[in-house]
């Protein structure tokens, strides 16, 4: 599927992702800015946090539990915030778009 990642100035970049892989995984292979990832997609860092486009949040769904308490240490959380780890493309994610935070914690 194809991602496109926004930043916080409005640039946009659109990835090539495979399914089966997480968002974040994408957005580390095209080095997407703004997506830090530090723990490697082990949901525990929240530096790898973004915003899932109004359109597609129903899509994409919510965070678990785990996801959910580890969003708590995210900047500026928002109720379509997820952790880019925990979202795992499928082709019925192609045209994804998700917003990057200003900064990550
Ligand atoms: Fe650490 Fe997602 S990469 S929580």
Redesign the pocket.
Known sequence: PTITFIQPDGSKQVVEAKSGQ?A?EAAIANSVPG???????????????VYVDEEWTERVGGPSEM?ED?LDFAFDVRPNSR????IRLTDEMDGLVLHVPEEQV
């Open positions: 997480t974040m997506i830090v990832a530090e723990c490697g997609g082990a949901c525990s860092c929240a530096t790898c946090h996801e580890m952790l880019s780890c925990q």
